[in-house]
Every structure is written in C-alpha cells, then in structure tokens.
C-alpha cells in the first residue's frame, strides 16, 4: 500500500479537536488552544465528548472514538489535533474505522499516548501523521494578554510542516539544541517511531509496527532508568534494532531515579549502550518529545540521516 500523505492546510481551513487519551486537567485550556488556532486564521470544530472526563480517560472509549469518526466523517475537517496524551489511545484501535481514514486522510497531530494512533494508522491505511505540538500542551499558554506563549521554533516549524507543499530540505535546527552524534554514519528510510512505551506496547498485537528499513525515532517522560533499559532491551532483543536503518532519540524528560540515593546508570549511558549494540548512525538529545521547544516529525515520510554532521533531512513534502 502506497503512503497516503493528507491535503495541505490552507488559510481559513477547519481545525478539528479530539481528547483520544487522559482528560485535560484545565478544561480551559481547550478553549485557549481554540483561541490560539482561530488567531492564526482556522475555524475550530470542538470534538463533543472532548472535554469529558471518565477516571483517567476523557470519556468512554466509544465517546473518544466516536469523536475521531466525526471528525474523519466531517469532510469541512482538515486537520485533527489532540488536547493531550496521557493514557488511553490504546485501547481504541481495535474499535476505529481504517476504511473511513483511507478514505478521507487528514492531518492527525499528537505526541506521547497519541503514538499508538499514529503506529496504527501507519500499519493500517499508511496514513502520514505528525508527531507534534497538542492543543492543551503547547497551544494554550497565554500571557495575561492574550499572547500565546508556544515556543516560536516550535510554533514555526509545526505550521511550515502542514501548510507548505514542498519538502522542507535539511533541517534548519536552533544552534543550541545540544545534539550529540553517538554513531556516524549516512542513512535514508522512512520516519517511524514514536513513545518509547507505547512502542514497546503494541509489541505483539496487529497494531506492531514493521521498523525494517526506517530511520527509527523515540523519546520518554517519567520513566526510570531502569525501565529505559528494559524498554531498549526489548527492541533488542526482538531484532526490531537490526531492521532499521538508523536511530534518533529526542527527549528524555524526568527520566531519573525516583531514589537518587540508590546506584544507577543515566538515560545518556543507556543510550550509548544502545548506540553501540546497534552499529548505525545515531543521533541523540534532538529537540523532540516532551519539551517546549519541539520539531514535528511526520511519521512515514522519507528522511535522510547524516550523524557525522548532526543533519536530518526531509526528502519529500509531508503533505499533498
């Protein structure tokens, strides 16, 4: 199945919102978000059951669903993006519509739990998504006002990435990123990856995405080390690191010891480790994940690795 890249958004276009995981805490960063978008020129479309909460999810799961049918259905939708992550995309992929998504591909953003929706329509309908900036996480900050307060390189790259029809070339990335080369090397693949977590969940179930041949991308929030490790072991061990062509880790935020009393390796050496078991270009500390400043990665499209210069390059535009 050929990759099915979403139509560009365009000036004055509809925005559609959706809460696939955990409830927002403050509900009023939904209507902050929806400011922020009408602000720069889109008309907004509020998922119904979006702003529910249900324990640790928002809404049942055939509220949360329906809502991403409605907005797949809704042919004035052109993009579709999440209020937040958390917990609870998982267990929608068994209850989604892939034949309506064929048929009428969007613009689906979201990061951290939104993974496993973005791994599924990937493997299901080669839907290209972006894992990028969400509605009540980076689009609602506002001063007192009114001024949004999303990262402008963040904000920059998002709105370039799903509004221009070209490719974008190398990657022009903030001078002060911090990246760091843990192996050289060139490669091309594709962009697949996502939550380290939420990666190593859908192992084992239709849902498990085929990285042969990809230019492998992840990242964490509040893990321990100890986990990171047996998260990577994981991929190790199931020969997911030999199929790819080359690995990029973003951020790894909050990921320490809850005991900083007690003996343990840092996500850094976990990462060398890793580098070192996989013997392909490697890049890490790139400005992706659970970070304010943040590049959106499509998810699918077809990229080129150089680790020996720190280059990342999108070799075709990620919309049509």
Partial sequence: MDPLKPERLKH???????SPASPIADPSKIEHGVRYLEKNGYRVIVGKHAGKVNGYLAGTDEERVSDLHAMFTDKRVKAIISVRGGYGTPRLLSLINYALIRRNPKIVVGFSDITALQIALWKRCRLITFHGPMLGVDMAGANKLGASLIDPFTEQFFWEIVTSGTKMGKLRLPADSGISSLRGGTARGRLLGGNLSLITTLMGTPYQMDFTGSVFFTEEVGEEPYRIDRMLMQLHMSSTFRR?????AGQFTDCVPKDSSQPS????ELLAETAARLKKPFLANLPFGHAARKITLPVGLRVAINADAGEITFLEPAVS
């Fill in 12 to 18: 004055g276009d509809t925005i559609g919102v959706v």
């Fill in 244 to 248: 790819m062509k080359a690995m990029l």
């Fill in 265 to 268: 390796l840092t996500v850094s």
